[in-house]
């Protein structure tokens, strides 16, 4: 059999739950408020990934090209003021648990295995759209964009939930959709492990050869209870 991994890392966005839509509203509000043109769902799917600060920026030079860092500065504090209002009141109804999510999480449960949320959202807001799942207790380590100094790409919030659960981040996995996830995964030493059908900024996550990749969770759960071929690569 594949060795079961000793803990799993889980991305949030574009991995266990479809956040475009609560971010677009949120973003696009926000540039309302701000007199700005929206940027709409296409965009900001593609911009989700490098927390809520990346997003806000991004949605700010969209809008306006010419802005200068200055401005943006000002103007970021306006708009994540907005920002925050509204997609805090989404986070608390969050749905979009993408298919198999709710059966891996159980199947790793009944396996004993331990499981960190990994995030680049902030950590308020994550918290939020956990409980409002009932899926906080799931969780023995969570770790949002702002709960330490660097976040992924960066091993360190990788490093902070191995630590924490007191096992070897190469005995693990990182499940992610994006670049940052596949990233932290071998700054850390960990196993990556790329779902392809999330955001990863408009790109085939594939691209960032990942160990392993698969196009569910229910596939992923498929790989944890399929028995390695003698000889074979941990490939996807
Ligand atoms: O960019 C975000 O806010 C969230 O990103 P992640 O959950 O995919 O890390
Ligand atoms: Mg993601």
């Not at 043109?37 to 920026?57: C, M, T």
């Not at 401005?71 to 925050?84: C, G, I, K, P, S």
């Not at 085939?204 to 074979?232: F, I, R, T, Y």
């Amino acid at each position: 059999m594949r060795p079961l991994p000793k803990a799993i890392f889980f991305d949030l966005d574009g991995t266990l739950i479809d956040s475009a839509a609560d971010l677009t509203v949120a973003v696009d509000q926000m540039l309302i408020e701000l007199n700005l043109p929206v940027a709409g769902f296409d965009r900001v799917s593609g911009w989700i990934g490098n927390g809520a600060q990346k997003l806000i920026e991004r949605a700010l030079i969209f809008a306006q090209p010419d802005l200068s860092t200055s401005q943006a500065l000002v103007e970021y504090t306006q708009a994540r003021t907005v920002f925050d209002r509204v997609y805090g009141a989404c986070c608390q109804k969050a749905k979009g648990l993408y298919p198999g999510a709710e059966e891996l999480l159980a199947y790793c449960s009944m396996q004993q295995i331990p499981l960190a949320l990994i995030t680049n959202k902030p950590e308020a807001f994550t918290r939020l759209i956990l409980n409002g799942l009932a899926l906080t207790s799931k969780f023995k380590v969570i770790v949002g964009g702002d709960t330490l100094p660097e976040r992924k790409p960066s091993a360190l919030p990788l490093r902070y939930a191995a630590d924490k659960m007191k096992v070897n981040p190469a005995d693990c996995w990182m499940i992610g959709d994006s670049m940052s996830d596949v990233a932290a995964a071998k700054n850390a030493g960990c196993t990556s492990v790329a779902v392809s059908y999330g955001y990863n900024h408009g790109r085939p996550v594939a691209e960032e050869l990942p160990d392993l990749l698969c196009d569910s969770l229910n596939e992923v759960q498929q790989l944890m209870s399929q028995p390695l071929k003698q000889g074979a690569a941990l490939e996807g």
